[in-house]
């Protein structure tokens, strides 16, 4: 696992949340700037909507935010005895946009993902009630190409952990018959 944000996990982030250098309103009407940089209350003084902001300054915003969702995102998969980097990366994107808080927002999906139940938990992120063909949530129906990237996120992890429970066949080759000629 890696101890601090990878090149992919950066990537990944700028390609979600795009790139403005300048500060503009985001989809929940609030001050934003570089990659998805929500502005400081000491930023605000300084940033008025419309002005542009140096190339250095946003990416010190992008390393220090994505820094500090990498790192929850570490202290969540190691509280879900999760090891998996691809995960890991996919946790952190989840505490990149919707904040580090997120696991009270959506009680039921992380207990899903503690208990290892992938399926639940995606129901519960996707949809309102928790369950298939209901309303979609919030977040899906603010964002649904995030909410994608956890669920696929967690069908792989999920595919991955079955994978590695599974015990070998017991047959061996040695008792299986040679194909006829």
Request: charged letters at 30%; aromatic letters at 10%; glycine letters at 8%.
């Given at each position: ?53 140096d190339k ?10 994505a820094a ?50 992938f399926d ?62």
């Amino acid at each position: 696992m890696a101890n601090k944000p990878t090149e992919s996990f950066l990537n990944h982030l700028t390609l979600r949340e795009g790139f403005e250098n300048y500060v503009y309103l985001d989809s929940l009407k609030k001050l934003t700037g570089g990659t998805g940089h929500l502005l400081t209350t000491e930023e605000l003084l300084k940033y008025k909507s419309g002005d542009k902001i140096d190339k250095a300054v946003t990416t010190a915003w992008l390393e220090k935010d994505a820094a500090k969702a990498y790192d929850a995102a570490i202290l969540q998969a190691r509280e879900a005895g999760i090891t998996d980097q691809d995960f890991i990366e996919a946790l952190g994107s989840v505490n990149f946009q919707l904040g580090t808080g997120w696991r009270g927002k959506m009680k039921n999906a992380w207990k899903a993902i503690k208990d290892g139940k992938f399926d639940e938990a995606i129901d519960e992120i996707q949809f309102k009630s928790g369950e298939k063909g209901t309303e979609k949530s919030a977040w899906f129906k603010q964002t649904p190409v995030r909410v994608e990237d956890f669920s696929t996120a967690l069908k792989i992890y999920g595919i991955k952990k079955d994978l590695a429970l599974m015990k070998p066949d017991e047959t061996t080759m040695d008792s299986v018959p040679p194909p006829p000629n």
